[in-house]
Each structure stands twice: as structure tokens, then as C-alpha cells.
């Protein structure tokens, strides 16, 4: 068996975590909601609860999501591992050059975005600013994100998976921290003054690089997943 059980570094986490937090979904999702938040009129407080609740169920939904893949992966046997790991690693590439794609011809063909009829779904749910309203959008959001945008995440969960213990626990919680980290900081510039117009604007302007950026990541994790499974690369 080819498979090494080495986990990746915290830097790798972090990096995949960083670019992969760059999400127009979630971050456009927030966006949206602050908005009708604004237009309602909320308090301040208000907005910083409700932005809060919606962001706390991104992460729960992801972190339980990645700890279910991983159980899974991890009951495997050993056997199969090594092609697993090979598939996820052609996946990954593929979902790479779909992504590097997008920078060059954005919307032509196929891309990796939310079916249309989620994102009405989403719009819908976004005008429902109560508790479990916010609760459940944050949570529909990385449900239905993960299968769309989620390889990022797949990859170190398939990294993780391999030895998974106590550290590698602490590197999926970390990973998902990294990866609500930009919602929150968008969350309080505009509790504290921030246009949300400003924000909405480096959005769009940013796009395509987030998109090259994750491309070439995807890429590279899907190469070392390769070399890793068919025993290329040893960190041993």
C-alpha cells in the first residue's frame, strides 16, 4: 500500500482554508442578507446577532459535513484508500481547470456554481431575517456549496483522513475557522461603518481572481494527492 499517513501541515490547512474562504457564494449570501437587514432598518446589534447566527451555521454545517467524510473515508479499507485518493485527486484537477476556466471565460460552458434554482431558493430564504430563518440559510448555503465549490475542502479532508486523531480534529476545526473568517470581517466593517456598496464592488472586481487563485491551488493539492496515494511523495 502506497498511502503514507502523514498529515498535511497547518500552513497547507491554512492556505487551502484561505483561498477557499474567498467563496461568492457565502460571502454573496451575507452580502445579500446584510442589505435587507439595512433596508429594514435593524439595530446594529441586531445585525451583528443575526450575521452572526447565519455565519456560526456555515460552520457548523461544513465542519460536520467534512467530520462525516472523513468517518467515512477513514472506515474504508486500506486497500482502497490508494484509489480513492487517486480519484479525488483527478477530481480535484478537473474541478481546477473548470475554476482556471472561469477566470479566462467566466459563465461559458460548465462552472462550478450553485445550480440557478438553489440560488432563488437562497434569495428567498435571504428575506426571512428572524433566529431560525438566518439559521437554516447558513446552513442551506454550505449544503448546497460543498458539492459546487467544496474542492478545496475535499482535499484536505481526503489529506486528514489518512491519520486521522486528535490533530487532525484540531485541523478541520481550524480549516473551517479559516474558512468563515472573511464573513465575519465583512460582517463588522459594515456593523461599524463599512459601505456595504465598497464591499459589493470589490466582489465582483476580485471575481475572476478568486477563481484563478483556487484553480491553481486545486491543481497542485490534486497533483500531491496523486503523487502522495502512489507512493511518489513519502513525508516519512
Known amino acids: 500500500m502506497a498511502v503514507e499517513a502523514f498529515?498535511?501541515?497547518i500552513g497547507t490547512v491554512f492556505l487551502t482554508a484561505a483561498i477557499d474562504s474567498i467563496n461568492p457564494c457565502a460571502i454573496g449570501v451575507l452580502i445579500l442578507m446584510i442589505s435587507v437587514l439595512l433596508s429594514g432598518k435593524q439595530s446594529t446589534s441586531r445585525l451583528l446577532?443575526?450575521?452572526?447566527?447565519?455565519?456560526?451555521?456555515?460552520?457548523?454545517?461544513?465542519?460536520l459535513a467534512g467530520l462525516g467524510l472523513t468517518y467515512f473515508f477513514t472506515t474504508l479499507p486500506l486497500a482502497v484508500t490508494e484509489y480513492i485518493s487517486i480519484g479525488v485527486g483527478l477530481l480535484i484537477i478537473l474541478a481546477g481547470i473548470l475554476e482556471i476556466k472561469d477566470y479566462f471565460w467566466y459563465g461559458r460552458w460548465f462552472s462550478l456554481t450553485i445550480p440557478s434554482v438553489f440560488a432563488k431558493k437562497l434569495h428567498n430564504y435571504t428575506s426571512k431575517a428572524t433566529f431560525f430563518g438566518v439559521m437554516f440559510l447558513g446552513a442551506f448555503v454550505a449544503a448546497v456549496e460543498l458539492p459546487c465549490t467544496g474542492a478545496p475542502y475535499l482535499a484536505i479532508i481526503t489529506l486528514l483522513s489518512q491519520y486521522f486523531d486528535f490533530t487532525a480534529f484540531l485541523l478541520l476545526i481550524f480549516y473551517n475557522i479559516i474558512f468563515v473568517a472573511p464573513l465575519i470581517i465583512i460582517l463588522f466593517m459594515v456593523a461599524f461603518g463599512k459601505k456595504l456598496h465598497d464591499?459589493?464592488?470589490?466582489?465582483?472586481?476580485?471575481?475572476?481572481?478568486?477563481r484563478l487563485l483556487i484553480g491553481l491551488l486545486l491543481i497542485a493539492m490534486g497533483w500531491l494527492l496523486m503523487l502522495i496515494a502512489n507512493g511518489t511523495i513519502n513525508f516519512g
Open 7 to 9: 498529515l498535511p501541515t
Open 49 to 63: 446577532l443575526l450575521g452572526g447566527l447565519y455565519i456560526f451555521s456555515v460552520f457548523a454545517v461544513y465542519l
Open 199 to 210: 464591499i459589493k464592488r470589490w466582489k465582483q472586481a476580485n471575481k475572476p481572481y478568486m
